[in-house]
Nanobody, 124 residues
Framework: QVQLVESGGGLVQAGGSLKLSCAASRRTVSLYAMAWFRQAPGKEREFVTALTWANGRTYYADSVKGRFTISRVYANDTVFLQMNSLKPEDTAVYYC?????????????????WGRGTLVTVSS
C-alpha cells in the first residue's frame, strides 16, 4: 500500500495563492496517478486535478483550469498543487489521492488511497 501526507493548507485572501504538497511513502503498489480532490462543508467530494505518472499528463476540472497547476517530483513520489487567483468558493478540505490503476473517469471511487486532507480557507 502507500501512505499519503498533505501539507500547505491555510488561510489566504481572495486573489492570493497557495501551494499544497503531497508525499507518497512506503509504497508497495504501482503508481498510476496522483490526484487532488476537495470537499466543502455539506458538499460531495469533487475532482480538482490529476497527473498520470508514466507520462506526466495532467487533467483539470473546468472550475480550476487556468488557475491551478499540478506538478510532481517523479523520483520522490511527490505531487504539488499550485493554486492562484483563489476564490472564496475554493474553500474546502483538499485531499491527496493515489490510484494504482486507471479507470474511466476521474472520480473518488477510482482512487485507492487517500491522505487525511488539508484545509484551505479563502477569505473575501
Amino acid at each position: 500500500q502507500v501512505q499519503l501526507v498533505e501539507s500547505g493548507g491555510g488561510l489566504v485572501q481572495a486573489g492570493g495563492s497557495l501551494k499544497l504538497s503531497c508525499a507518497a511513502s512506503r509504497r508497495t503498489v504501482s503508481l498510476y496517478a496522483m490526484a487532488w480532490f476537495r470537499q466543502a462543508p455539506g458538499k460531495e467530494r469533487e475532482f480538482v486535478t490529476a497527473l498520470t505518472w508514466a507520462n506526466g499528463r495532467t487533467y483539470y476540472a473546468d472550475s480550476v483550469k487556468g488557475r491551478f497547476t499540478i506538478s510532481r517530483v517523479y523520483a520522490n513520489d511527490t505531487v504539488f498543487l499550485q493554486m492562484n487567483s483563489l476564490k472564496p468558493e475554493d474553500t474546502a478540505v483538499y485531499y491527496c489521492a493515489f490510484a494504482s490503476r486507471g479507470s474511466k473517469k476521474w472520480a473518488a471511487d477510482g482512487m485507492d488511497f487517500w491522505g487525511r486532507g488539508t484545509l484551505v480557507t479563502v477569505s473575501s
